[in-house]
């Protein structure tokens, strides 16, 4: 019940086409869905995140799909970029409770060709 | 400046070694965290102090020990670690600790066991 499933594990687009990666979850507790990026060598860093109240959530070329009935979520890229070429990883957690724990997807490598 | 720097960048140690990682935050967070991560994997939380008392354990080995001398500072105390114990260690800080703060990671260390 605390899992988050994520696909696809690996994503080969054409630059300027549009990346989505899929999420889903159990755990109807979850109230915090945030998107990490992580290039290789560094740390992840927080893309987007949504809360349930709200379906969908954009900030520039990035945007978050909720389905709250479905429990699922996922992230769209459009206009994809090779400089988006990054590892990406959902996470869910408790919101307010459960002291920060996120519980992360198994992550998704996107490539972006030239 | 939403940085945590963590210190050293690499770290080669023997199994009946005795070393210490370290990660500073100047964002005046109340929370901080370590998580491990293996190569293609999600981090995986391992503690969690909230102004400055340990608050989550995720029953990590006790060759494992962490220590926050103050709000900015926190440590990994690492003895008779096995190889398998190789990974990237993460750190991270949020302002107070609840799920739906921003969890900013530093760039990690990268641990190897011989």
């Known amino acids: 019940q605390q899992q988050v499933k994520q696909s696809p594990q690996s994503l080969i687009v054409q630059k300027g086409g549009i990346s989505i990666i899929n999420c889903a979850y159990e ?11 992580q290039f290789p060598g ?18 520039g070329r990035f945007t978050i799909s909720f389905n709250k009935s479905a429990k699922q979520f996922s992230l769209h890229i459009m206009d994809s970029q090779p400089g988006d ?19 992360f997807g198994q992550g998704t490598e996107l490539s972006v060709k030239p | 400046d939403t940085e945590v720097t963590q210190t050293p960048k690499h770290l080669v140690m023997g199994m ?13 967070h109340r929370a901080m965290y370590w998580y491990k ?3 293609k994997k999600p981090p995986e939380l391992m503690f969690v ?35 398998e114990d190789s990974a ?10 609840v799920g739906t703060d921003t969890q900013y990671f530093g760039p990690g260390t990268r641990l190897t066991v011989l």
């Open chain 1, 27 to 37: 755990n109807t507790a979850f109230d915090y869905f945030p998107w990490y990026q």
């Open chain 1, 42 to 59: 560094k740390g992840p860093a927080l893309l987007i995140a949504i809360r349930p109240d709200v379906s969908e959530k954009k900030e």
């Open chain 1, 85 to 103: 070429s990054a590892t990406y990883f959902c996470a869910a957690s408790h919101g307010y409770n459960q002291g920060g724990k996120l519980i």
């Open chain 2, 16 to 28: 009946t070694n005795k070393k210490s990682l370290k990660c500073e935050q100047h964002m005046g």
């Open chain 2, 37 to 39: 991560q293996k190569a």
């Open chain 2, 49 to 83: 102090y909230s102004y400055e008392k340990l608050s989550i354990n995720e029953s990590v080995p006790s060759r494992f020990s962490p220590e926050c001398p103050n709000s900015s500072l926190l440590n990994l105390h690492l003895h008779a670690l096995q190889p």
């Open chain 2, 88 to 97: 990237l260690y993460l750190c991270a800080s949020s302002q107070t600790g």
